[in-house]
C-alpha cells in the first residue's frame, strides 16, 4: 500500500497511506538498512523519508517495515444508496457536508454505455446511535433539497468488499486513475462516455466523489481503443495515470503522461541517482523511466 500509494474509500475519514505512515525501515541499493520516523506521531527530525517511499513504486528503496497510525474500528456502519448522476453526487457531498455530516465514504460508479445515471454510496461509521441519527438526517437532506429517495443498503460490509474489488479491475480491463478537482466529477463522467464511445469500449467508474479521485476501467475492443480513451481524457485537460491495463495497450500510450514530463522531473531524477544510482530498484518503473 506505501509502495503504490494506492487507496480505497475509507481515505475520505482516515486520508491517504503517507498520512498515516509515522516511521518506516529501508534497504538502500548499497545494501544499507536506514530508519525514518519513529513509533510515535511527534517524532520527525529532517526530511521524512517515508513520505518519500509513498508512491515510490519500489524505484527508490526495499520497504522492511512500516509503522502507522491506527484507527479504531467503528461499533456499527451504515449505508445509503440512491440513483445520482455525476453531477447530482457532488452537489450531494456539498449538501451533507453543510449539514454537518461526517461520512466515511461517499462514492459514485455508473457506466458509459448505460441508461441509469449511475448511483452514489454513503456510508457512516461511528456508534450506533450516531450512525442512525447521521443515516437519518442525510435521507431528509437528500430529499428535502434534491429530491431524490435513498435506499438502506443491507449487507453494508458486502457492499463495500464489492466495490473495493471492482477498483482493481480484472484481468480483461485497463484501469484508470484521474485526479481532478472535486467539482469536475461531472466532466470525467462526460469525457469518459465520449471517449468510450468514439473508442467503442465499455467503460465503467467509480469515483470518490469528496475527494476529485476517479477510477475509469474499460474493457472490449482492442489496445489500441483503450490507449486512445486515456488520450481522451488528457486532453480534456485530466491527469490520467494507467493502473492496469491489457497486453498491448503500452505500445500506443505512456503509462504516466503524455508529451511534456512535470516540473518536478528533474528533482526525482536526481533523487532517483541519489538512492539508487545504478539503478537496480525496478528501472524503468516510474515516471520518464526511472
Known sequence: MLATADH??????CGAPRDLVIGATFALADGTVARTGGNVIKNVAGFDLAKLLCGSLGTLALLIDVTVRLDPLPAA?????APATAGQAHALALALSDARLEPTAFDHTGQATGHE???VWVRFAARDAAVAAQRRAAAADVAARHGLSTEPVDD??????DLVAGLAGGNDETVVAVTTLPSLSA??????SAGAAAADVAARWHSHVALGLHRVALSGGAPSEHAAVVRALRAAGFRAELRRRVAGVDDH???WVDGELPSAW??????KHRLDPHRRFAPGRFFGGL
Not at 480505497?8 to 475519514?13: C, E, I, Y
Not at 456502519?77 to 444508496?81: D, E, G, K, N, P
Not at 453494508?156 to 468488499?161: M, T
Open 187 to 192: 466532466q470525467v463522467a462526460e469525457a469518459v
Open 253 to 255: 500510450v505512456d503509462a
Open 266 to 271: 528533474p528533482l526525482m531524477r536526481s533523487i
Open 117 to 119: 445515471p449511475g448511483r
Open 77 to 81: 456502519t451504515a449505508t445509503l444508496s
Open 156 to 161: 453494508d460490509e458486502g457492499l463495500w468488499a
Open 8 to 13: 480505497g474509500p475509507r481515505r475520505l475519514a
